[in-house]
């Protein structure tokens, strides 16, 4: 299983970036994916999620500025983050999880670092 996050960079404050994140070996389409970041000093915090079903939710701080969707046909997640502050620095994270029966299906990309500078 593998799940290639890509796409961060620095960015100036206002700026736009799209993260992606390919996934391999799971079956893609069944997957609740998320995408979390975790900032220097601080904890991992869920930023989106969308579930198999394409309903999607956001952290209070990201709303109406990232859009998360997916492309089942391509096995990948994207996070269109727009009206970057510095706050907004970190690296960020894909995941994916199936809560089958018995067992819960649980994994993580790499991450991907997104710098914001003022």
């Known amino acids: 299983v593998q799940l290639q996050a890509s796409g961060g960079g620095l960015v100036q404050a206002g700026g736009s970036l799209r993260l992606s994140c390919a996934a391999s070996g799971i079956g893609f389409s069944i997957y609740d994916m998320s995408w979390y970041r975790q900032a220097p000093g601080k904890q991992r915090e869920l930023v989106a999620g969308?579930?198999?079903?394409?309903?999607?939710n956001y952290a209070d701080s990201v709303k109406a500025r990232f859009t998360i969707s997916r492309n089942n046909a391509k096995n990948t997640l994207y996070l269109q983050m727009n009206s970057l502050n510095p706050e907004d620095t970190a690296v960020y994270y894909c995941n994916a999880v199936y809560s089958g029966w018995p067992k819960k299906y649980d994994y993580w990309g790499q991450g991907t670092l997104v710098t914001v500078s003022s």
């Open positions: 969308i579930t198999s079903g394409g309903v999607s």
